[in-house]
């Protein structure tokens, strides 16, 4: 019985140690630590089949390595703790390592196709290049041309070299962008200068922060690149760590973004690779929880996230710090934990080898046999939101219109379904623009008929019955007047001010409408090219985007007035200011209804509309402020600039006492759980 205690104890630990294991699993892992993700319709992420399964482990002493490249078979690592270079044969197993008396801390690597090494080392602050024996054959220190700049940081970390040989190198800190030389070491310029994205967010949060607080959190510096590839065409891709607007860029010969189809972007990115056919791939520091592993198609559109961080984890598909990834001929992934000292290798399941399929015949324009993939793509998962959209391009290129436009409006891609809609509105209009001119007439000459019969008249006798009873109504009256206001403003505010012929309770009703409308026809009326998603809203924010600022206004505003001896009471600048927006109440609903009939092309009328909307309400509001008070023009402009200052005020009043309420709730809770222990 004892051997067999034995065998059992060795078979725990065999498998405990399982994942420090070199092995060549034949079967797929079906048990995966992790979810996939790809893109809703939404735009937010949704669960899919899974897309890739870890098949293979590569541990071999590795020590905090740093990048990892892959040319034909040969897997390069960048051993950068053990100061070498590993290299590893896909098909034969057998392997080598590269070391060097100058070789001392390798962060980047690449390979060219002629098999020279470049790699970017830490420690010495050099670009070494060795042959495909492991000799040094060049060396490239700091460029010292007077261009590069006295005090431009030199720290190479990462290295690529196109196909002219100009090499492209990351450097530590190198806020001027990548460092491009020529083959033979001499400076060319900075490459791809990364942007600083200005908002007012963070020109407040410079405000109130001290210079230290600025530099860390609200630097106007621009960030450094974090890593770099290059594909077979000379492309240049970047990713940028803690940078949340482009964090992922493809750049062209000037070193601009040209990636639009960005949905989804991690703040988090380490490495980026490309494939053969242009897909990009990415590995993060896993502050996103649905995957660290990104895989997008060439035009930055994200197909697959998977993967997860979890420190001292030893199952496949978990990392205690990614800091490489590379993709071999096969289509498989092969991702460089550092933290975790392995390399951990993902194969294609059968649902993304369709998925990229897909995508490649569509992206070498065969559109007719990407279909049927993308047609089985969403049979086995609806929400696959980009399967819809290029499956509405093949419908939109067979000129199916109506097909067209039903696919891009599953995917929420609103300019494939701007331009299927010019399409079926040209051909619905063509089709009956005979039988609306019909109409047209026969409703004209119908009418001219019922005018000239008695029952004409009797109609127009009960019109103006039911015209005079109407008019009797308070509310009516109201409604008039508000009416009048677009045609007679210092009339209506003459009558709002002294004979008080609008009530504080139809404003206030008024008031609930003005919300109602902007939130029913921003979400539900406007053409689907316009609106807000639904799945988006939600309705405590809307009803407090709408309301509140109208009320802080009129408050804010009072009290100013006060101030200035102005004559308004404050339930003249309440009623005021909601009148005031009597434009929005007539033409916001029909404006927005139109824009059920239009596409991109003509939004410059939508648009024009609203731009006149609100135009002409502030203009009223402004009338209505400057006659309820009886201010001159300069008194007018300091009373409106000095509102929007007590707004501010009254803002940041009520975020100071909800935080110290939240830290007096807290406080008063601790205290409790103490006198409870």
Do not use: C
């Amino acid at each position: 019985m004892r051997w067999i205690k034995r065998l059992i104890a060795l078979t725990l630990i065999i498998s405990m140690l399982g994942f420090n294991i070199e092995s060549h699993a034949e079967t797929p892992i079906t048990n995966v630590p992790y979810q996939t993700y790809t893109i809703g319709f939404d735009g937010n992420y949704v669960r899919t089949a899974n897309a890739y399964e870890g098949t293979f482990v590569l541990n071999k002493g590795f020590s905090n390595p740093q990048d990892i490249f892959i040319l034909d078979d040969e897997v390069y690592v960048a051993d950068t703790g053990n100061s070498r270079i590993y290299i590893y044969h896909i098909e034969t197993t057998n392997e080598r390592e590269i070391t060097h008396e100058l070789l001392k801390e390798p962060t980047g690597i690449f390979v060219t196709a002629d098999k020279h090494l470049y790699v970017a080392d830490a420690t010495s602050n050099m670009i070494l290049v060795f042959d495909e024996d492991g000799v040094l054959i060049n060396q490239f220190g700091r460029p010292t041309e007077p261009l590069f700049g006295e005090n431009s940081i030199y720290e190479p970390r990462k290295v690529v070299v196109d196909l002219r040989g100009n090499i492209y190198v990351v450097s530590e800190s190198g806020i001027n962008g990548i460092i491009q030389l020529d083959e033979t070491g001499s400076f060319l310029g900075f490459f791809g200068v990364n942007q600083v994205n200005i908002t007012i967010e963070l020109l407040i949060r410079r405000a109130l922060m001290s210079a230290e607080q600025k530099e860390q959190f609200a630097s106007l510096t621009p960030k450094s690149t974090t890593n770099i590839s290059i594909d077979h065409q000379g492309i240049v891709y970047t990713v940028i760590k803690n940078e949340y607007v482009t964090p992922l860029k493809k750049l062209n010969i000037e070193g601009n973004n040209i990636l639009e189809g960005i949905n989804i972007v991690d703040p988090q990115y380490e490495d980026i690779t490309v494939d053969a056919y242009g897909n990009i791939y990415t590995v993060s520091q896993g502050i996103d929880t649905r995957g660290i592993i990104g895989v997008h198609d060439s035009f930055g559109n994200l197909l697959f996230k998977f993967g997860r961080q979890e420190i001292n984890s030893m199952r496949v598909g978990e990392f205690a710090g990614a800091t490489g990834i590379a993709v071999d001929k096969y289509g498989d992934i092969w991702a460089l934990d550092g933290n975790g000292n392995n390399v951990q290798v993902f194969s294609k399941t059968e649902f993304a080898s369709s998925v990229l399929m897909g995508i490649e015949l569509y992206r070498v324009g065969r559109y007719d046999e990407s279909a049927v993939y993308f047609q089985e793509i969403i049979r086995q998962n609806s929400l696959f939101a980009l399967a819809h959209s290029r499956l509405g391009k093949f419908y939109e290129r067979n000129e199916d219109f109506e097909l067209a436009l039903s696919s891009y409006r599953v995917a929420n891609n609103k300019q494939g379904y701007s331009d299927a809609y010019w399409e079926v509105r040209d051909q619905w209009i063509s089709t009956n623009i005979l039988w609306i001119g019909i109409t047209i007439g026969v409703l004209f000459v119908s009418h001219k008929i019922f005018t000239k019969t008695k029952a004409y008249d009797s109609y127009v006798g009960y019109k103006e019955g039911v015209y005079r009873k109407l008019n009797q109504k308070k509310w009516i009256q109201e409604i008039k007047l508000m009416l009048n206001l677009i045609k007679h403003p210092v009339d209506t505010v003459y009558d709002i001010k002294f004979k008080q012929k609008i009530r504080v309770r139809t404003a206030a009703v008024m008031y609930v409408i003005f919300i109602a409308i902007n939130i029913l026809s921003n979400y539900y009326i406007r053409g689907f090219l316009f609106r807000n998603n639904v799945e988006d809203m939600v309705l405590y924010y809307e009803i407090l985007k709408w309301s509140v600022p109208l009320l802080l206004f009129s408050v804010g505003n009072y009290l100013v007035s006060t101030l200035q001896n102005g004559e308004a009471f404050y339930r003249d600048i309440f009623i005021g200011t909601i009148v005031a927006f009597v434009p929005v109440f007539l033409f916001k609903i029909p404006a927005d209804v139109l824009s059920n009939f239009l596409t991109y092309n003509e939004a410059f009328i939508y648009n024009f509309a609203y731009i006149i909307m609100v135009t002409w309400s502030v203009l009223l509001l402004l009338i209505i402020l400057k006659d309820l008070n009886n201010f001159k023009l300069s008194e007018l402009i300091i009373n409106i600039l000095l509102t929007f200052f007590i707004m501010i005020i009254m803002i940041i009043l009520y975020l100071i006492i909800s935080i110290l309420s939240t830290q007096l709730y807290e406080f008063v809770i601790n205290i409790i759980k103490e006198l409870m222990n």
